[in-house]
Structures are given as structure tokens and as C-alpha cells.
């Protein structure tokens, strides 16, 4: 009688231990996988924003400067504008519309001198199965006007820019982006001058 007890009570005490395992892994692996994701995105933030400012230093300064890219994720500079692609199983941001990540919202197509920054950092999160999602974020540089004249005849004679230029090239983790001053120039575009300061970009 004694050994049966013995074998049931350890036959119970199995079956609640592999419950409470059970339900420690339902709850806790998602939850360390959601924890995860939280901090890759906010990491990448974080990368993009470094990225902003070695670009306007270079901008600014000249010389050469490099970031790396550290992140699990997709790295492309396609003439234009640096995208970083990153899946998650989750997200922080609203699916579906564009998050700003910078003072300017990401539909502004050109500011003022002294009174907006010259970048756009936005994200797009898409859901694309479930508990999937695609995190697009993007950096890149619009035209700042100068105004002058009378209050009601105020117009732009004069803009500056950072233009990003370099040829299509792709990343992944550990790859370095290189950003280097290409100089200056000047054009003028419908009786304005546009000054445009050139930072080539290079994902090696």
C-alpha cells in the first residue's frame, strides 16, 4: 500500500511540474521574444538617428566618417535614401501608417532655414502574416528655403540641401555604412539658388 501511494504521489507531482513548465513556456517564451523584438526596434531608432547625425557632421565639417550596422535586419542605400528593413514578431508602432521619428512629419516636401531640420525619419510597419510584422524605416533629406522679402511678399530666393549620393548597395548585420563629403555646388532653379552640399553614402 505504501509503494502505491509513493508511485501516485510521484506520478502528481510529474504531472504538476510538467504543467507548471508547460505553462511557463506558453506565457514566457513570448513574452522573452516580445521583449526582444521591443529592443531591436528601439535599437535600430537609436542606429538611425546616429546615422542623422554622422551625415549632417559629415554635411557640415567634411572628412569621412562610418556606422555599423549591428542589427539582424536589411540595410540598402538606393541613391537617395537609406531604407533599414526589420522583421518582428511584434511591434511598437501602428500598422499600416507612417511614424515619425524626427521633428518634421514624413510627408514635408521642403522647410525653412532656421526653423525645421533638413531630415525626414519615419518608420512603416506592416503586418504581413500574423504575429509578423515588417518595420521599413527611412532616412532622408529635404530642401530648407530661405525667406525673404515683406511679410506679404515673402518668397525663397536662396535653399540648401544634403544631397545623398552613391551608387545602389545593400547590407546585413555587420556591414558598415561609409559616409563621405563630395563637396559643394550651386544651380539655379527657377530664379532660386540652390546650394546643395554632397554626401556620397556607401553600404560595404
Do not use: C, H
Request: glycine share 10%.
Amino acid at each position: 500500500m505504501k509503494g502505491v501511494v509513493e508511485a501516485v504521489s510521484a506520478l502528481l507531482i510529474s504531472g504538476i511540474l510538467i504543467g507548471v513548465v508547460g505553462t511557463v513556456y506558453f506565457w514566457g517564451v513570448p513574452l522573452i521574444q516580445k521583449n526582444k523584438d521591443v529592443s531591436v526596434l528601439e535599437n535600430t531608432e537609436d542606429f538611425m538617428q546616429e546615422l542623422n547625425d554622422r551625415i549632417k557632421l559629415v554635411a557640415n565639417a567634411g572628412g569621412r566618417e562610418q556606422v555599423q550596422f549591428n542589427t539582424a535586419g536589411l540595410i540598402r542605400f538606393n541613391g537617395e535614401q537609406v531604407n533599414v528593413v526589420i522583421d518582428s514578431e511584434g511591434s511598437i508602432y501602428s500598422a499600416g501608417g507612417e511614424v515619425p521619428l524626427s521633428r518634421n512629419a514624413p510627408s514635408l516636401l521642403k522647410g525653412k532655414w532656421g526653423l525645421d531640420e533638413p531630415e525626414i525619419i519615419k518608420v512603416v510597419s506592416e503586418q504581413i502574416v500574423q504575429n509578423k510584422y515588417r518595420n521599413t524605416y527611412t532616412l532622408k533629406y529635404i530642401r530648407l528655403e530661405i525667406m525673404s522679402g515683406p511679410p506679404a511678399l515673402t518668397t525663397a530666393d536662396k535653399a540648401f540641401q544634403i544631397k545623398l549620393t552613391g551608387v545602389d548597395s545593400v547590407g546585413g548585420q555587420g556591414s558598415v555604412v561609409i559616409i563621405t563629403n563630395k563637396g559643394t555646388d550651386e544651380e539655379l532653379v527657377d530664379g532660386k539658388t540652390i546650394i546643395s552640399t554632397n554626401v556620397e553614402v556607401s553600404v560595404q
